[in-house]
């Protein structure tokens, strides 16, 4: 318990200093343009990131999101949403709503104690959505037809509100390949059941293949801002097998259907695994198609709530869950403070262990 608390106050620690540190260089800077003056250009009008977008959004007046409950014609889009930076989803309303309390603290936000968050899309009773300052948190439910849905208003959100270069987080939990329950991952390719780097769309009757791309870069920062020594557990990096059910299109023997045996799901698991294959969800391909299609970068992180090497249930006990689901969040926090505090890499400290992975 001693050492549980010990690595705790050592982070909260490192935190404050690279704010601090961070706050600093804000102030140099502030105290440097007093003193040098200003060479101010004629502010331009901001123009919307996003690319490869419907042709008719602008003949839209009022543009409508249903699913979210918001609309073009009695919401200012720029002056509401206009500064966000970070769009966070998650499976569900709850996780949401405890992720948007959390980021508060994290990228040093006060509210009122009488003040509550407030979900925006409450009256449209299909998803949540919370604003946090820059930070904006959306559930989308199971699986990729829910979560296309959402994604679809969410980039016509911040095409109408002109974000400028918004980063996209899908955080969750995942089945493990081969990998010990609480492993974080992150997806470099999701793939689908048929193991293609592609999201299928039918249009018209017609399947189109659109490419699952995730932005490489973002998913080496983020493992580079992992530590594995502090954190008590690792941090992955590898492809991701995106199945449309939760059951027989993820090999499981636990279903109300079972058309396969024991042998052939193993022999299924570990020829993935083979391939690099290192978890299992339902929606990354979804995730990572629409938003490469509008050009956005964006990444997946998920825990591991069991190996599937090992069984199909989930049995770990609430506690721990609870544990596991905390872990994408707290990268994406990490993230967070390092873009809007401008810390350096030498901020972020690093594990020194020889046997990080496990820092016993």
Do not use: W
């Not at 991701?240 to 109300?256: H, K, V």
């Not at 993230?335 to 505090?341: A, G, H, I, N, Q």
């Amino acid at each position: 318990m001693g050492d549980k608390c010990e690595k705790n106050m050592h982070k909260n620690v490192c935190d404050l200093k690279a704010m601090v540190k961070a706050q600093n260089k804000r102030i140099d800077e502030l105290i440097r343009f007093i003193k040098e003056g200003s060479q101010t250009d004629i502010p331009q009008e901001l123009k919307s990131c996003t690319c490869n977008l419907n042709p008719y959004l602008e003949c839209l007046n009022p543009d409508i999101l249903h699913h979210l409950n918001l609309d073009t014609k009695t919401i200012d889009f720029p002056k509401v949403f206009g500064d966000v930076r970070f769009v966070c989803l998650g499976g569900s309303d709850a996780r949401m709503e405890k992720f948007a309390n959390f980021i508060i603290g994290e990228i040093g936000l006060k509210l009122s104690i009488a003040v509550h968050l407030r979900n925006i899309s409450a009256d449209g009773h299909r998803y949540a959505l919370f604003k946090v300052g820059p930070v904006l948190c959306a559930s989308h439910g199971i699986g990729g037809p829910s979560i296309s849905i959402v994604l679809h208003e969410l980039i016509k959100l911040v095409h109408h509100a002109k974000c400028q270069d918004p980063v996209f987080f899908r955080m969750g939990t995942c089945g493990g390949i081969g990998v010990e329950p609480g492993t974080l991952v992150i997806t470099s390719q999701p793939l689908d059941g048929q193991l293609r780097p592609v999201y299928e769309v039918v249009v018209h009757t017609q399947p189109q293949l659109r490419p699952a791309l995730l932005d490489q870069a973002l998913a080496k920062e983020l493992i580079a801002l992992s530590n594995p020594c502090e954190d008590g557990y690792d941090t992955v990096l590898g492809k991701t097998l995106c199945a449309n059910d939760f059951y027989e299109g993820q090999s499981r023997l636990d279903g109300a259907f079972c058309g396969y045996n024991p042998q052939k799901k193993m022999c299924f698991l570990q020829q993935i695994s083979q391939m690099g294959i290192v978890n299992m969800e339902m929606e990354s391909t979804a995730f990572a198609a629409l938003t490469n299609q509008a050009g956005i970068r964006a990444a997946v992180i998920c825990v591991a709530i069991i190996n599937r090497m090992e069984g199909d249930q989930i049995n770990s006990p609430a506690s721990v869950l609870k544990d596991f689901d905390q872990r994408a969040q707290n990268l994406i926090a990490r993230y967070m403070r390092k873009v809007l505090f401008k810390c350096d890499e030498d901020d972020i400290e690093t594990c020194q262990c020889d046997d990080a992975p496990g820092c016993h």
